[in-house]
């Protein structure tokens, strides 16, 4: 592993995974470890479940690797099987689980600003826990991981208009909730 391998797209890093070293997956794992386990810790509130989700998943995407399609986006790909494996979790378990908990808000040092984050951080969440998982997991993956409206679609494999209407959806249901508290 060479910092040149470090520098590669994501899809050139797969090609080269699936061609000629299938160490440099480490390389994968460290960029999307984390974004991947605060993504399903947003939708299943356990984090020890998310990490069991996130291993999971890098291990079927490392078994299934040879399918993926390098002219396609490897981020959207992978947070695909992260989201399929999330819904398993929450079949399993049989409960809605309210999005979140742990999501932490950028912020300086100054004590009053941080209260107010704070502060704003438990309404949201306390809005967050009243709207459907049908709206919570499009308006995560929009406003928390920052994935395009195309990306949604493909993770969630709804239409691009449905993910639009999701969201616009849960934006209104979070002011309405908002402004009853």
Do not use: G
């Given at each position: 592993?060479?910092?040149?391998?470090?520098?590669?797209?994501?899809?050139?890093?797969?090609?080269?995974?699936?061609?000629?070293?299938?160490?440099?997956?480490?390389?994968?794992?460290?960029?999307?470890?984390?974004?991947?386990?605060?993504?399903?810790?947003?939708?299943?509130?356990?984090?020890?479940?998310?990490?069991?989700?996130?291993?999971?998943?890098?291990?079927?995407?490392?078994?299934?690797?040879?399918?993926?399609?390098?002219?396609?986006?490897?981020?959207?790909?992978?947070y695909r099987i992260v989201h399929n494996q999330v819904i398993n979790i929450i079949k399993k378990y049989h409960k809605e689980t309210p999005l979140l908990e742990g999501w932490d808000f950028k912020s300086e040092e100054n004590i009053e600003e941080n209260f107010e984050i704070k502060e704003i951080k438990e309404k949201v969440e306390k809005c967050l826990k009243n709207i459907p998982f049908l709206y919570r997991e499009p308006l995560s993956l929009y406003y928390i991981d920052e994935k395009s409206y195309e990306e949604i679609s493909y993770i969630l494999r709804i239409p691009i208009g449905t993910v639009a209407t999701h969201i616009n959806r849960a934006k209104k249901l979070m002011k309405k909730i908002c402004q009853k508290n």
């Open positions: 592993m060479t910092l040149k391998d470090k520098e590669l797209t994501d899809e050139e890093l797969v090609d080269k995974i699936i061609t000629s070293d299938k160490n440099l997956y480490v390389i994968i794992i460290e960029r999307y470890e984390k974004k991947l386990i605060r993504y399903a810790n947003n939708l299943i509130k356990d984090k020890n479940k998310a990490i069991d989700v996130v291993q999971e998943s890098f291990i079927k995407a490392f078994i299934d690797l040879n399918n993926f399609d390098i002219k396609k986006k490897f981020s959207s790909w992978i």
